[in-house]
């Protein structure tokens, strides 16, 4: 790591990540900061090497999060540097399973976009709530909350009041499990679903899996400006300022 440099505020480092002061105190007791010294007044004094951790981590929580981000900071703290490249390959293979993942769905969305309802729907028609969730493999609550979302509206059976789900909701119900799974938002599949009930369009699917593949995209070049900060951050410095030579 870096040789200790000249002593910084904690302002200083709050200033140069756009942090309060409070934060950094925060990121010292953590770990995701080497120890930090203090004056003999007690002061804590802070250099270049915390402010390069500090910008490690910034960088890494863009990526990974800022719970992993934490957990790989603690890590090379503690020493174990191959504990902390091993958090960041497990972080790229989550983000690579979710790739695949939004693929397979973007397909399977649209093969249930396509299917027409295969008939007529009456009060007393289709299955209860309890059907479809074991046939989707959700639960019942689900179904509840996406209702009440008003992303879904099944009859109800006369006289008992039993929600009836017809071969048009139980449509909806895949898809929009199909996307709650693939982490949108409950307002971008209220879009989706008007589309397809309006006329039929899958472009706001196809909107909707493009932005996902944007923000994935976006994630894996934070990653890679994580990777970058933590290698300047392990790289010892020359006294002169430059990388020592490997």
Do not use: C
């Not at 309060?20 to 995701?32: C, K, L, P």
């Not at 074991?134 to 879904?152: F, I, K, N, T």
């Amino acid at each position: 790591m870096d040789r200790a440099g000249p002593g910084l505020r904690p302002i200083d480092l709050a200033r140069a990540a756009g942090v309060s002061t409070q934060q950094i105190r925060n990121y010292a007791a953590a770990g995701v900061l080497p120890p930090v010294p203090r004056t003999a007044s007690g002061y804590r004094r802070f250099d270049t090497r915390h402010l390069r951790a500090l910008l490690a981590y910034r960088a890494l929580a863009g990526g990974h999060g800022p719970d992993a981000a934490q957990s790989i900071m603690q890590a090379v703290h503690a020493g174990d540097v191959p504990l902390a490249l091993r958090l960041i390959d497990a972080g790229h293979a989550a983000l690579h399973e979710q790739r695949l993942s939004l693929q397979a769905t973007g397909e399977a969305l649209e093969t249930v976009a396509g299917q027409t309802p295969e008939a007529p729907e009456t009060p007393r028609s289709g299955l209860r709530v309890g059907e479809v969730a074991a046939r989707l493999g959700v639960r019942p609550s689900a179904l509840r909350l996406w209702e009440s979302a008003g992303l879904l509206a099944p009859k109800r059976e006369p006289g008992t009041g039993y929600r009836r789900f017809g071969p048009a909701d139980i449509r909806d119900a895949r898809m929009i499990g199909m996307l709650r799974r693939s982490r949108y938002p409950l307002e971008q599949i209220r879009s989706v679903l008007d589309g397809l009930r309006r006329n039929g369009s899958s472009d706001a699917l196809r909107a909707a899996v493009a932005q996902r593949q944007e923000e994935l995209t976006r994630r894996a070049a934070a990653m890679l400006e994580g990777s970058s900060h933590l290698h300047r951050y392990l790289t010892p410095e020359e006294p002169d300022g430059g990388r020592a030579r490997r």
